[in-house]
């Protein structure tokens, strides 16, 4: 069974940073790419930044050049570095993986439970 756990959600004042960790457990053969989506009050899921398995990346317009994803290969763990934070970056992150492959099949999208990021003004 895939398993998806993040950490390093809280508060920080704006301009700040906070770096995200999903870690992945769980025999996968292979997926299409992971990557970190958001969602803040009243507001539908969003991209925030997603890495192919060929490690292409690919950001949304509101991340660039202040947010970087990354992957621990080593450890099983997906990053996203998260600097010069905005009080618009306030939401609940997610960690996803898209197209997972397993012993018992697929494909199949795999979602963690999230974790809370609140930037101050």
């Known amino acids: 069974q895939v398993q998806l756990v993040e950490s390093g959600g809280g508060l920080v004042q704006a301009g700040g940073s906070l770096r995200l960790s999903c870690a992945v457990s769980g025999s996968i053969f292979s997926y299409s790419s992971m990557g970190w989506y958001r969602q803040a009050p009243g507001k539908q899921r969003e991209l925030v930044a997603v890495i192919t398995s060929g490690a292409m990346t690919v950001y949304a317009d509101s991340a660039k050049g202040r947010f970087t994803i990354s992957r621990d290969i080593a450890k099983n763990t997906l990053i996203l570095q998260m600097n010069s934070l905005k009080p618009e970056d306030t939401a609940v992150y997610y960690c996803?993986?898209?197209?997972?492959?397993?012993?018992?099949?697929?494909?199949?999208?795999?979602w963690g439970q999230g974790t809370q990021v609140t930037v101050s003004s």
């Open positions: 996803n993986t898209k197209d997972v492959r397993t012993r018992s099949g697929g494909p199949y999208d795999y």
